[in-house]
Nanobody, 122 residues
Framework: QVQLVESGGGLGQAGGSLRLSCAAS????????MGWFRQAAGKEREFVAA?????YYADSVKGRFTISRDNAKTTVYLQMNSLKPEDTAVYYC??????????????????WGQGTQVTVSS
């Protein structure tokens, strides 16, 4: 089992920055690829970023968001810069299944956090 707890959401301004954190615990937490997804009101949950040695980003956030992981691999971060109102969503941290491929698909993830709200005002 892996437990994930997100923090750092809140209200941001367009053009500003926020940093999300995801604390991971459990026997296999530090050996899994990790990802961030988001779900805006009335929309499907969508891929944002993932890390597995290399990093992967959705086109909509590339160049603005950065995913990183601490050396112990127990915390994953999402640094969000140049925020836009369309970044408003609930952001979820997720731990991937072993052997996952692209890391861009929800079904590749076994464990999810409870989500943290990010609201960007214009």
């Amino acid at each position: 089992q892996v437990q994930l707890v997100e923090s750092g959401g809140g209200l941001g301004q367009a053009g500003g920055s926020l940093r999300l954190s995801c604390a991971a615990s459990g026997r296999t937490a530090n050996s899994r690829a990790m990802g961030w997804f988001r779900q805006a009101a009335g929309k499907e949950r969508e891929f944002v970023a993932a890390i597995r040695g290399s990093t992967y980003y959705a086109d909509s956030v590339k160049g603005r968001f950065t995913i990183s992981r601490d050396n112990a691999k127990t915390t994953v971060y999402l640094q969000m810069n140049s925020l836009k109102p369309e970044d408003t969503a609930v952001y979820y941290c997720a731990a991937a299944r072993y052997g996952s491929g692209s890391l861009r698909v929800r079904d590749e993830y076994d464990y999810w956090g409870q989500g943290t709200q990010v609201t960007v005002s214009s």
